[in-house]
C-alpha cells in the first residue's frame, strides 16, 4: 500500500523576546541582539504540519486535511495566535522561545492527536528566509 505524505499548512502572529534570565542583561544581548528587545517584537509565522500514513482504500485519503486543519487550529493556533510566547502560552512556561523550542513542544501536543497515520514533519517559518524542521527526533 502507498505510503503519501500530506500538508497542512496555518499561519498565525505571535509575540516573543528571545531571553535566558539565568544570563547577564550583557550576555543576552551579545547573544540574541535585537531578538533580546526587552519591549518584545512579533512574527508572522507559517507551520506546515505534515502526515505520513497508507492511502485509504475507500477515501483515497491519507488523512482528510481538514480533520487536521481543525486539530492544529484547537490546539496550537487558537492558543497561539495573537499572543505573546513568553507570557500568554501555558506551554512554552520557562522555555526560551526560539524557533527550535516552539517547534518541539508544538510537536509534543500534536504527535498524540495524529492516529491512524504518524506526524512525519513539522516546519515552521519565522520569518521568508528563517524555518525550522522537526521530525521528532
Ligand atoms: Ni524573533
Not at 69 to 98: A, C, S, Y
Not at 107 to 118: D, R
Amino acid at each position: 500500500m502507498p505510503r503519501v505524505t500530506v500538508t497542512r499548512r496555518v499561519r498565525f502572529n505571535a509575540a516573543h523576546r528571545v531571553h535566558n534570565p539565568e544570563l547577564s542583561e550583557a550576555e543576552n544581548t551579545r547573544l540574541f541582539g535585537k531578538c533580546n528587545n526587552p519591549n518584545w517584537h512579533g512574527h508572522n509565522y507559517t507551520l506546515d504540519v505534515s502526515v505520513e500514513g497508507d492511502v485509504d482504500q475507500k477515501t483515497g485519503y491519507v488523512w482528510d486535511l481538514s480533520q487536521l486543519k481543525k486539530i492544529v487550529e484547537r490546539e496550537i493556533v487558537d492558543i497561539v495566535d495573537h499572543k505573546n510566547f513568553n507570557l500568554d502560552v501555558p506551554f512554552m512556561k520557562g522555555i526560551i522561545p526560539t524557533s527550535e523550542n516552539i517547534i518541539t513542544a508544538f510537536w509534543k501536543i500534536l504527535a498524540p492527536q495524529v492516529n491512524p497515520g504518524k506526524l512525519s514533519r513539522l516546519v515552521l517559518w519565522e520569518t521568508e528566509n528563517n524555518y525550522v524542521e522537526y521530525t521528532g527526533k
